[in-house]
């Protein structure tokens, strides 16, 4: 069974550009999450679709971040303008049913974003 | 209060010893519990699930603290594979979410 896809995998910009960052969950995956992950934290969760509806986006910071989820199926991430603290490794992951936490949540390989 | 708290570590053990890894969380509404193992520049991992009676895979035993709200997990006879960072993981206020402790980094040497 293939696993999460993310591209691209490393990602360097300067201040103020913008990134875009994609994700295929495995398929028949309903749920799927965007995280943040900075050097030396947890992931953090930024948004999560359920299909293609927002479940929580509580900690997306909507000034800068946008994320959708058309069709239910793929995502993109994106940051506009970014600024240095959002260097991180952004992770995203898929989860089969309908966002329940005791569902097993599959990450992908997560890429890695320098902003210079 | 962060929602979950860790050690950090790292932890440095010999191979055969025994280890065990705590982690308290703040919300006591929470139901959900795992440990994630996350290798050097990889995604994190589900290891294991903490069941409220304690669960044992193999060498890994997980062990949950309502009252305390902690959690534990232990692991014994550790390999040189075992060397990684793991993650203590609870769901959050709103029931769907994960909530993730900053990890706690095991190497275990020759």
């Known amino acids: 069974e293939a696993g999460v896809a993310q591209s691209p995998r490393y990602k360097i910009i300067e201040k103020r550009q913008s990134v875009a960052f994609w994700c295929n969950p495995i398929s028949g995956h309903a749920t799927l999450y965007w995280y943040q992950q900075i050097l030396g934290q947890g992931p953090k969760l930024l948004i999560q679709?359920?299909?293609?509806?927002?479940?929580?986006d509580s900690q997306l910071p909507k000034d800068r971040f946008s994320a959708e989820r058309l069709k239910g199926v793929d995502s993109t991430l994106k940051i506009q303008p970014a600024k240095l603290e959002d260097s991180a490794v952004y992770l995203c992951?898929?989860?089969f049913g309908t966002g329940v936490s005791t569902d097993t949540q599959y990450f992908g390989p997560g890429t890695r974003l320098t902003v210079l | 209060r962060k929602e979950v708290e860790q050690d950090p570590g790292p932890f440095n053990v010999p191979e055969g010893a025994t280890v065990a890894f705590n982690c308290t969380y703040s919300n006591s509404a929470s139901q959900s519990f795992f440990w994630y193992r996350q290798d050097c520049r990889k995604e994190p991992k589900l290891l294991m699930s903490v069941y409220s009676s304690g669960n044992e895979d193999g060498r890994f035993t997980a062990q949950l603290n309502r009252a305390s709200q902690y959690i534990s997990l232990l692991i014994r006879d550790s390999k040189l594979s075992d060397s990684a960072t793991y993650l203590c993981v609870v769901n959050s206020n709103s029931g769907y979410a994960l909530n993730f402790g900053k990890g706690t980094s095991l190497l275990v040497t020759p």
């Open positions: 992951a898929s989860s």
């Open positions: 679709f359920q299909n293609n509806g927002v479940v929580d």
